[in-house]
């Protein structure tokens, strides 16, 4: 896949700390059953400027970018305007997206609750399963909202509507615990692993429980038959090594 995928969690809320990201986990829990994965994640605050150059290097960058956050109808909430400003587009009301919004909230939608309507000209609307209150896309980036819980059926929905063609075969991981291990210990080993087999995803993590007890979860990532071949190796080195481990 050419594409790169991208995450963008807009909000002053995530960066100090009031509100704990969910959209990491969940746009994971929607890509890897399609084979997918994401290349980066970016969490920026609401600040114009700031906002608008990060959404140009985003665009510029040609990558598939899942945004939240942001597009609500309050001050602070700025994307709308930072994605039209950062395409040098103007911003108008969407007529799919006013007619959602009526049929919401009726007369109440006016004055206010009708600007999140408002998107850069050319932008297509993403249902709003919850609410009605649309996200927009355009340019391979796709706007919503920061509710986890409207944002999930939302990226979903693009997914299947956008992107039904880029399903490839997942890839899984194969892992061992090894107990009272040490990294260092394991190296060399691993350099040279990483060399036998080049399509796999080589990962170590340490841990030091309360009590001073050490592990290490070593394993791998990739495609089915080349991870069962890694884990066989990592496996088999243990065993060498006399090392103490058990299967994850």
């Known amino acids: 896949m050419d594409q790169k995928i991208g995450l963008l969690i807009i909000g002053d809320e995530v960066l100090s700390g009031k509100r704990?990201?969910?959209h990491l986990s969940q746009a994971n829990t929607l890509l890897r059953p399609r084979g997918l994965e994401l290349a980066w994640v970016?969490?920026?605050?609401?600040?114009?400027?700031?906002?608008?150059?990060?959404?140009?290097?985003?665009f510029e960058s040609g990558d598939i970018v899942f945004s939240f956050g942001g597009i609500g109808a309050t001050p602070d909430d700025r994307t709308r305007q930072a994605a039209a400003k950062a395409l040098?587009?103007?911003?108008?009301?969407?007529?799919?997206?006013?007619?959602?919004?009526?049929?919401?909230?009726?007369?109440?939608a006016y004055p206010q609750r009708i600007r999140m309507?408002?998107?850069?000209?050319?932008?297509?609307?993403?249902?709003?399963?919850?609410?009605?209150?649309?996200?927009?896309?355009?340019?391979?980036?796709?706007?919503?909202?920061?509710?986890?819980?409207?944002?999930?059926?939302?990226m979903e929905w693009v997914l299947n509507q956008y992107?039904?063609?880029?399903?490839?075969?997942?890839?899984?991981?194969?892992?061992?615990?090894?107990?009272?291990?040490?990294?260092s210990e394991w190296v060399t080993f691993m350099e040279a692993f990483e060399i036998e087999f080049p399509t796999l995803r080589l990962f170590s993590l340490p841990s030091i429980s309360e009590q001073g007890d050490r592990t290490i979860e070593l394993g791998v990532e990739g495609y089915e038959a080349d991870a069962q071949k890694g884990l066989d190796a990592l496996i088999c080195e243990a065993n060498k090594r006399e090392a103490s481990f058990e299967l994850i």
């Open 117 to 154: 309507a408002e998107y850069p000209k050319g932008a297509t609307i993403i249902p709003n399963f919850y609410n009605r209150v649309p996200g927009f896309s355009i340019r391979h980036h796709h706007f919503m909202p920061g509710f986890p819980m409207m944002a999930k059926p939302m």
């Open 20 to 22: 704990q990201d969910k």
């Open 163 to 183: 992107y039904p063609h880029l399903k490839l075969e997942p890839k899984v991981e194969k892992t061992i615990r090894l107990i009272d291990g040490h990294e």
């Open 88 to 108: 040098g587009l103007p911003i108008e009301r969407h007529p799919e997206g006013v007619k959602e919004i009526e049929a919401q909230f009726g007369e109440d």
């Open 42 to 58: 970016k969490i920026v605050g609401d600040e114009p400027g700031f906002l608008v150059d990060t959404l140009q290097a985003s």
